[in-house]
């Protein structure tokens, strides 16, 4: 399989006159560049250098991930990146991202880095690779479809704008589920009388997220990984992330996250039951907790993801006045017969 091998991530590439395209340092430098073009490729998620460097730091060793910048005359005009997810570990799976910035779109830059990309891979012999797009992004829906990539798997993105949510509706729900023997309790809580939270939880995510649909097959995580990525994130929020208890069994969670760069925004992470206690209006009272806990709080927007056939939790949210926006699209290009 010959993936273009002959292009150097060193050299100046074809494309756009004065271009380059040089691996990514690490630097701090290198770091703001890179976070300043997503902001402006995607303005509504935006981001931080922080935010990738602690990213980058909890990364399991045996994931690979290489990032290059593309530089006109000195100027960081795009950046490209393959990396692999723990949750849907192959070891010749890969995921690839390219961001232009808007100045600098329709010049080949996204040519020359996606070249980049799959002459670094060849060496790894890779099955496929997938990429993720919404699909409002015209030029890079485009982008994806000429270069063979189909797609596989929607997920849509739902806002809720929480001034306007109206409990009414809801009233007496969470007592009957209390009265059913179902407590919701915080995370926060937990921690303080429960010394076996941390493994309860992770053993927890593990059965909840065998439920979720997935564009590959999921692969369990560490739970070392697994206390890094919640328990150290400097998004928890350990009085927003409510876990559904049958006396001592956790049985559902609902989790919030806060972002500084959107401080009136909170984004919400797995929300699940275990499949034994589905169909008793569990997940909805934890995502009326989770609301109130945002009303508390003086959000405005509480930002979610659903699978587009994931018919249960998208009706909860739509009833609750979550507002659909652009699906994301996932796409995948085999790269070899099927496995």
């Known amino acids: 399989m010959e993936l273009a091998a002959s292009i150097s991530t060193t050299d100046p590439l074809p494309g756009p006159g ?11 430098a290198d770091y703001a560049a890179a976070v300043a073009l997503s902001n402006a490729v995607y303005p509504e998620y935006p981001d931080s250098v922080a935010s990738w460097q602690e990213d980058d730091a909890k990364q399991p060793a045996h994931l690979k991930r290489r990032r290059w910048l593309a530089e006109l005359d000195g100027q960081a005009v795009g950046y490209a990146s393959y ?6 570990y192959h070891p010749q799976r890969f995921h690839l991202s390219i961001a232009v910035h808007p100045a600098w779109q329709g010049r080949g830059i996204g040519r020359a880095l996606y070249a980049t990309l799959l002459a670094a891979l060849a060496p790894f012999d890779p099955q496929r690779v997938r990429a993720r797009c919404r ?6 829906m485009r982008f994806l479809a000429d270069r063979g990539f189909v797609e596989d798997m929607r997920e849509w993105e739902s806002r809720l704008t929480v001034p306007a949510f109206d409990p009414a509706p809801y009233a007496g729900h969470a007592e009957r589920v209390a ?31 065998r439920d979720v649909p997935s564009p590959e097959p999921m ?18 929020l350990p009085d927003g992330y409510f876990i559904a208890l049958d006396g001592e069994r956790y049985v559902g969670s609902s989790a919030l996250w806060k972002s500084d760069e959107e401080p009136a925004t909170l984004y919400t992470g797995l929300t699940g039951v275990h499949r034994a206690y589905r169909r008793r209006g569990i997940a909805l009272a934890l995502k009326l907790r989770a609301i109130a806990y945002a009303r508390e709080q003086g959000i405005t927007t509480i930002k979610t993801w659903n699978e587009s ?6 009706s909860i949210n739509e009833a609750l006045g979550f507002v659909k926006q652009p699906a994301w699209v996932n ?6 017969a099927a496995q």
Do not use: C
């Open 309 to 314: 056939n994931n018919r249960a939790m998208l």
């Open 179 to 209: 009265a059913s023997g179902i407590q919701v309790v915080t995370l926060r809580e937990l921690m303080a009388r429960d010394p076996e939270h941390r493994r309860k939880l992770y053993e927890l995510d593990l059965a909840l997220a």
């Open 135 to 140: 699909e409002d992004y015209a030029r890079s």
């Open 83 to 88: 990396n692999q997810w723990e949750w849907m």
């Open 331 to 336: 796409f995948v290009k085999p790269l070899q």
């Open 219 to 236: 692969t369990e995580g560490s739970y070392e990984s697994y206390v890094q990525r919640v328990f150290e994130s400097r998004d928890l």
């Open 18 to 28: 004065g271009l380059s395209i040089r691996d990514f340092t690490g630097s701090d």
